[in-house]
């Protein structure tokens, strides 16, 4: 019998993900078979409109999965698989992270089982993936290995030696008169001050959603929980965001995230 084995890129349609693969389009790369962009469906707007640009840019199919829509189900299901910030009788408290398997690498997971043709339940006997990472030089620490012995995991960038800024520079030589943002949910508590001041400034609609859902947010974990997406357990809407200087909002997407988002 035949096996497969694919190649594909994940695509968050950020930064580096995004120059990975116009990468791959130039030549500069081998080519994939395609790419899956696993959407959260509260991604800023700016990132579907870039996403439906790239996909016009490159020669190799696009495909988008989803879970479903990550702020409803946060506010409707009682419980997150989002790391809120929480205060529970005056200790500090962050939750579970789920997102990221829940509603990338899963939705990823069952988008290449189909492209293999494996039906539910059947083991990849010989069948294989390999799917393209976009981490770059500057945050080497998210590289993990997957979780699926049928699965590996590469990063291309780091394999270049290049950084983010390399990426950056690359995608500015090429195509000098577009943008590109961050991809990341509206209301990620991975955030820290500079990007919530971004978003304030530069994308207000995306902002006031944010601070709405953490209003909703602020009394719907256990009992006698609140929770933020601010590390300073205020409301988002009372957080001082004029200094330039970061006031405690870790970067948790190094320390914590399995390279998954926000490229």
Sequence with gaps: MMT?????????AGVQSSVMALMAAN???PRPDCAIFADTQWEPQGVYDHLDWLEKQLPFKVFRVTKGNIRSSSVEQGFSEIP????ENGKKTI???QCTNDYKIQ???KKLRKLLGLKKG???KGHSAVTWIGIS?????????SRDAWIQNIWPLIEKGMSRQDCLAWFKKRYPTRPLAKSACIGCPFHNDKEWRDMKINDPKSFADAIIFDNEIRN???SGTEQFLHASRQPLSEVDLRNLEDKGQINMFENECEGMCGV
């Design 4 to 12: 497969r084995r694919l190649q594909v890129i994940s695509l968050g």
């Design 27 to 29: 030549g500069e790369l």
């Design 84 to 87: 809120f910030f929480g205060l």
């Design 95 to 97: 939750g579970r992270r």
């Design 107 to 109: 939705p990823i997971r």
């Design 122 to 124: 059947e083991r990849a």
């Design 137 to 145: 030089t500057d945050e080497a620490v998210r590289m993990k290995p």
């Design 220 to 222: 719907s974990g256990s």
